[in-house]
């Protein structure tokens, strides 16, 4: 790799990663990997319920005990039944202990834990586990779990529902006055979140005396500090006894947000065993717990007669899985709060519901509630377009915000800081060229063609960052490398690089000089983790502002060595020079050596605190062709065209842009994670579970427009979770509009051949009605408090 040549900033230049080589030579160090040859490492393995709901009535761990290396067999009556400290917790009568106690409420959740000297001595010391189970009835589906007869998790609440919000009482009718109402109601498909490394844990106490005095945590985590946090909670020992720190980690995408009940149970084991031990999840136990999304949303907007939105209602329900997993309540938070998107909205109405059911616990999925809002919204504007016989893109044209209107607040708290949606639009368009599609689609439709041309839009606003603060801080070794370290946590997305280039631009460094350090509770005094699009923004500004503090303090050293002041001292070509004075300056490595010898050398902490979130948008369009007779649909094209404010590496952000599309295509049009009647998980495997492959996609066209915000250094947006909220209602609108024509209105995500072709025939039938009564409890919804917009 090569830096560009000092002198001119290395910013906004294609820099290749700097973390790719360890990971490409095999030489990544996992928690898997971790101390394999460590005898003393015992080995962990959860007993996880076969049913969706059932009381508890024993557990028989007698035969496992006794099996060859089992060192102990664990339950809740040994592990305890206090609730684990959940990253989340939406309802504070809804715990979750490390291990079920008296009842099971999904397939999945652990019951027993085994812990041995080897990972197969475990597993079969499991299969002897004998667990009696009384089985309960079980509801699957979030709007039958709204039903006064459904079965409940927890009987003492009287109800599956566990969070609410509503508008104001007396909000008037927003849609009275409209001269037409365009209804529709979605769904939002579940998702298993299938990063490659599942979780994983090595937890290794300190004794004294057999007292279990520290610990350090080896965690497959996005949040170190936020882990820490939490045990220190779990376990009771004091903050500066806990060590959690993260290597390689193989990719999140929010589904390793905190600490999960079974890092709790495992920590506790090695706790009461005085020895470190060790589990990493399989496929299988990944795609049985960690899964996200899961909305229905019933909306209706009312148009005029020049096809302009004079308001909206929305309900929305989502689905919490057991345990009020907090995704469910998204739809309550960030849906809610993006819920006018792009667009003017004159009057709005909104309101949620989030619900349990004998399924595993939601968590976040990269976007966390926003690609909801998106898909609702982008689905329902072209619903609304045909509803006045306008295009998409006029109907979008009519009502996106203009550049004047911004900044925008919002009904519900969103301040847009700086945008350009139209333009994102038409670049999006034209990169597309929708004209000529347009002519091609009625020239298929003209001739009564199998495969049918649609051509679908989305344009988003996405909000990031969550104001807040992050660390950064720097280190000067004598010899003048440099050590960069912040509180944000990489598990795939680039920080070493992204970091390293402003520290090296600042500091007029070879990049090859600077070293980066993250992830380890340790070594970086604190830290926000990884999640909401938020590290560019908040710990690449925190990095910016400690580079160039330490600047100054370099060139204060660089003038005492040099006997001038600094103000007449300047940073050229990596060299301190008296301005004026050819010939006189000194070097790097000398102004760290006399820092060194005179003090602890060169050095900053930082915090950086930012004011408010950051309002990233853009535009998809989508090409698809449908055949009409089988359903089938073929990916043509997908562009996208997304701001993120000012950019630090184009090879960062266009990587960011292109697996954020694969993930929204793919929930688009394959993945969907479905249970049976009984609770039963139905796509456990990557048999039943359908992930693309290269030749299931197309070449990606993606542009970007620059709109910086002035709301940190950089200017820049958050970019990590744009492509996945731009994308997956690009793709359906995509597939609704090629069978428009024929009287289809929508069709639910995924969009299955199946799916499609029967929305084909029930069309045909005169039977296709995108929208039925929201469940009756909106007439009346409970009064329960809501929780803020969950970060991840």
């Known amino acids: 790799m090569t830096t560009p040549t000092r002198g001119t900033s290395i910013l906004g230049t294609e820099v290749r990663r700097v973390e790719d080589p360890e990971l490409l030579r095999g030489q990544g160090t996992f928690v898997g990997d971790t101390d394999l040859d460590d005898p003393e490492v015992l080995h962990a393995v959860f007993v996880r319920s076969p049913v969706a709901h059932a009381l508890v009535r024993g557990v028989d761990t007698a035969a496992a005990a006794q099996a060859p290396g089992v060192a102990r067999v664990f339950t809740a009556a040994e592990l305890g039944d206090g609730p684990v400290p959940p990253f989340a917790q939406i309802h504070d009568r809804v715990p979750r202990t490390a291990l079920a106690t008296d009842r099971v409420r999904f397939v999945g959740d652990p019951v027993a834990l085994v812990v041995a000297t080897g990972r197969a001595a475990a597993v079969d010391a499991g299969d002897l586990v004998d667990v009696d189970y009384e089985d309960l009835p079980v509801v699957v589906d979030m709007e039958a779990a709204l039903e006064p007869d459904a079965p409940t998790q927890f009987p003492e609440l009287g109800s599956n529902v566990v969070l609410a919000v509503k508008d104001p009482e007396g909000e008037p009718d927003v849609l009275a006055g409209a001269h037409r109402v365009a209804r529709l109601r979605l769904e939002n498909n579940r998702m298993a979140t299938s990063p490659i490394e599942g979780h994983g844990i090595l937890a290794r106490p300190t004794l004294s005396d057999g007292d279990v005095t520290g610990l350090d945590v080896t965690l497959a985590t996005q949040h170190p500090h936020l882990a820490k946090k939490l045990l220190v909670r779990w376990t009771g020992l004091p903050a500066d006894a806990v060590r959690v720190r993260a290597p390689h980690v193989g990719g999140a995408f929010g589904g390793k947000a905190g600490i999960a009940p079974e890092h709790a149970a495992v920590v506790r084991a090695a706790c009461l065993l005085g020895r470190p031990v060790r589990w990493v999840e399989t496929r299988s136990e990944t795609m049985l717990s960690m899964t996200s999304r899961g909305q229905v949303q019933y909306v209706e907007v009312g148009l005029d007669e020049e096809g302009r939105i004079t308001g909206m209602r929305a309900r929305l329900v989502g689905d919490c899985g057991a345990y009020a997993g907090f995704g469910g309540s998204f739809a309550s938070g960030s849906t809610r709060t993006m819920s006018e998107g792009s667009y003017r909205i004159p009057r709005l109405r909104y309101d949620a519901l989030s619900v349990m059911t004998n399924t595993a616990p939601t968590g976040a999925f990269r976007g966390a509630g926003r690609p909801e809002a998106a898909a609702m919204l982008e689905r329902t504007m072209d619903h ?142 604190s830290g926000g983790g990884t999640g909401g699009a938020r590290s560019v923004q908040l710990g690449g500004s925190a990095v910016l502002e400690a580079a160039q503090e ?116 793919s929930q688009a049009l394959w993945e969907e994670f479905r249970y049976d009647e009984h609770g039963n998980p139905v796509t456990a495997t990557f048999a039943d579970y359908t992930l693309p492959t290269a030749g299931d996609l197309v070449q990606l066209g993606t542009s970007l427009t620059t709109t910086p915000t002035e709301r940190n250094p950089l200017g820049a947006k958050g970019i990590g979770e744009a492509a996945t909220v731009g994308s997956t209602p690009a793709v359906q609108n995509a597939v609704v509009d090629a069978v428009a024509h024929l009287g289809v209105r929508h069709v639910d995500l995924p969009c299955t051949p199946e799916r499609v072709l029967r929305a084909v025939r029930e069309a045909g039938r005169g039977e296709h009605d995108p929208w039925r009564q929201p469940p009756a409890i909106f007439e009346d919804l409970p009064d329960l408090e809501s929780v803020d917009d969950v970060e991840v």
């Open 550 to 665: 330490l600047r100054e303090q370099a060139i204060a050293t660089a003038a005492d060595l040099l006997e001038t002041a600094a103000a007449d001292v300047e940073l050229v070509d990596g060299r301190f020079a008296v301005r004026g004075v050819p010939g006189a300056g000194v070097t790097w490595e000398e102004v760290a050596r006399r820092a060194h010898e005179e003090g602890e050398g060169l050095q900053v902490d930082h915090d950086f605190s930012q004011d408010g979130s950051t309002f990233p948008f853009g535009t998809h369009v989508s090409v698809v062709e449908v055949d009409v007779e089988t359903g089938a649909v073929r990916l043509l094209r997908h562009v996208a065209v997304d701001d993120c404010g000012t950019v630090v590496n184009p090879l960062l952000v266009r990587g960011q842009q292109q697996g954020g599309c694969v993930q929204g295509i």
């Open 384 to 525: 609304a377009a045909r509803t006045v016989g306008l295009l998409p893109e006029e109907f979008r044209r009519r009502n996106v915000l203009a550049p004047e209107d911004l900044p925008h607040r919002t009904k519900f708290g969103a301040h847009y800081d700086t945008g350009d949606y139209a333009t994102t639009l038409q670049a999006a368009l034209d990169a597309a060229g929708v004209d000529e599609l347009r002519a091609e689609q009625e020239r298929r439709r003209e001739r009564g063609d199998a495969w049918q041309l649609g051509i679908g839009i989305a344009s988003y606003v996405e909000i990031t960052g969550f104001g807040g603060s992050e660390y950064a801080g720097i280190r000067v070794g004598a010899d003048g490398s440099v050590v960069v370290m912040a509180g944000t946590s990489a598990h795939g997305q680039g920080h070493a690089t992204a970091f390293s280039m402003l520290v090296a631009d600042a500091l007029d460094l070879p990049l090859e000089r600077v070293s980066y350090v993250q992830s380890d509770t340790a070594q970086v005094r």
